[in-house]
């Protein structure tokens, strides 16, 4: 087994034993040294968003002091679900290598199909509805003018 992956298996184990979360562990490595590790930690902290890819990112970025992780490599044990697939593309982490596949999650229980479906047409699922668009757009207008902006 690819020792990255390993890492990432270890930290699903180590979740899964501690009733963070599911079955699902992160490793992100840069030129060859590991930079962090994470599992799923949805239950441990009541956090949806806590999954093991988000939680290497972070914890990656903040080793690092920058949020572009476009020179690292991501190893998790699963197909990123979508929300950590957007968290991959705006870290924008170039390569990912995954163990098992979203057929093998939906028969964890862990089904990410019906969100992928939702992503295509979100507003067939939830209600989505504009609200003080002036001022949205007022926002947008100070960024633009803003003059130390950094863009990410």
Not at 60 to 74: E, H, I, V
Not at 105 to 119: K, S, V
């Amino acid at each position: 087994m690819n020792k990255w992956m390993a890492m990432a298996c270890d930290e699903a184990l180590r979740g899964m034993g501690s009733n963070d979360g599911g079955p699902f562990g992160a490793a992100i490595v840069r030129e060859g040294k590991l930079i962090a590790t994470a599992h799923n930690e949805v239950l441990g902290t009541n956090d949806p968003t806590a999954h093991a890819e988000i939680n290497a990112i972070r914890r990656a970025s903040a080793a690092l002091g920058k949020f572009d992780l476009s020179d690292c490599t991501l190893y998790t044990t699963c197909y990123p679900c979508p929300m950590c697939m957007g968290a991959i593309f705006w870290a924008r982490i170039p390569t990912v290598y995954y163990a098992s596949s979203m057929k093998d999650a939906a028969e964890g229980g862990f089904d990410d199909e019906h969100f992928y479906t939702m992503i295509r047409s979100p507003e067939t699922a939830i209600d989505l509805r504009p609200l003080d668009a002036e001022k949205g757009k007022k926002l947008f207008s100070q960024w633009n003018a803003k003059e130390d902006k950094k863009l990410y």
